[in-house]
C-alpha cells in the first residue's frame, strides 16, 4: 500500500532510515538486547521505540545513568552495530516507502537524514541494493545536534540544493517528525512495524 503524502510540489525527499526505508527496527532491537545483555543492561522495548532517532551513544550513556552501570559507551556501540550487521541479511524494506521510492527514482533527488552511522546506513541501503538512490547521507557525526533539532534536515536540504519548504520528509519516529517541522519540510509518517 502506498504510504500517503501530503498535498505540495516537492522538489526533493529526504528519508530517515532506520524503521522508514528499511524495515530494521526489529532487528535493532535484538542488536541492543545482546549488546546490552553482555553488561547485565536492560533496554525495555517500549522505550527503545520511544527513544526512536536517537543517537547511540546518547541511549547507552542514559542507560548506564538510569540502571547505575559503567559500561564502556564506544565498546558496546561498535558491539551492537556488529551484531546489527550480522542481523542485515533479514532485514527488508519498508513496503509503502519503497514504492515512492520506485515510483520518483530520477525525477527528483533523494537525500537521507538518520541518527544513524555512515557504516550503518551505508550496509543497511546497501544490503536492499538501494544505495545508489541516494545522492546525499547525513548521518550521525555530520552534525551537532541530533533530531529533534531540524540541523540534520536542514543540511540534507542545503546538500541537495532545495530549499527546506521544498522538501518532504519520510519519517518512522516522533522526534524525526518534530525535526522535519522544525525545519519547515512537509512529512510523511511511517506507521511502526506492528500497524503494518
Known amino acids: 500500500m502506498l504510504l500517503p503524502l501530503p498535498d505540495g510540489d516537492f522538489k526533493a525527499y529526504l ?7 528499511t524495515d530494521s527496527m526489529p532487528a535493532h532491537y535484538r542488536a541492543w538486547c545482546k549488546a546490552l545483555g553482555e553488561w547485565g ?7 527503545f521505540y520511544a527513544w526512536g532517532g536517537r543517537l547511540v551513544v546518547d ?4 542507560l548506564n545513568e538510569r540502571q547505575g552501570l559503567r559500561m564502556p559507551v564506544a565498546e558496546v ?7 546489527f550487521q550480522e542481523l542485515l541479511p533479514g532485514v527488508a524494506a519498508v513496503p509503502g516507502v519503497l514504492e515512492h521510492i520506485e515510483a520518483s527514482y530520477g ?18 541501503l546497501t544490503a536492499l541494493g538501494l544505495l545508489d538512490r541516494f545522492e546525499v547521507l547525513v548521518c550521525a557525526g555530520d552534525y551537532a545536534r541530533p533530531k529533534p533539532d531540524p ?24 522526534m524525526g517528525v518534530a525535526a522535519a517541522e522544525a525545519a519547515g519540510m512537509g512529512y510523511s509518517r511511517v506507521p511502526p512495524p506492528w500497524e503494518r
Open 151 to 174: 540541523e540534520g534536515y536542514l543540511l540534507g536540504a542545503r546538500l541537495l540544493g532545495v530549499d527546506p519548504a521544498d522538501c518532504l520528509v519520510f519519517e518512522d519516529t516522533d
Open 59 to 62: 541511549i547507552i550513556a542514559d
Open 107 to 124: 525525477r527528483i533527488p533523494f537525500g537521507v537524514v538518520s541518527g544513524s552511522t555512515r557504516e550503518s546506513v551505508t550496509a543497511s
Open 41 to 47: 543492561a536492560e533496554f525495555p522495548e517500549e522505550l
Open 15 to 21: 528519508f530517515d532510515c532506520d524503521g522508514t526505508i
Open 77 to 83: 556501540a561498535a558491539r551492537r552495530e556488529e551484531l
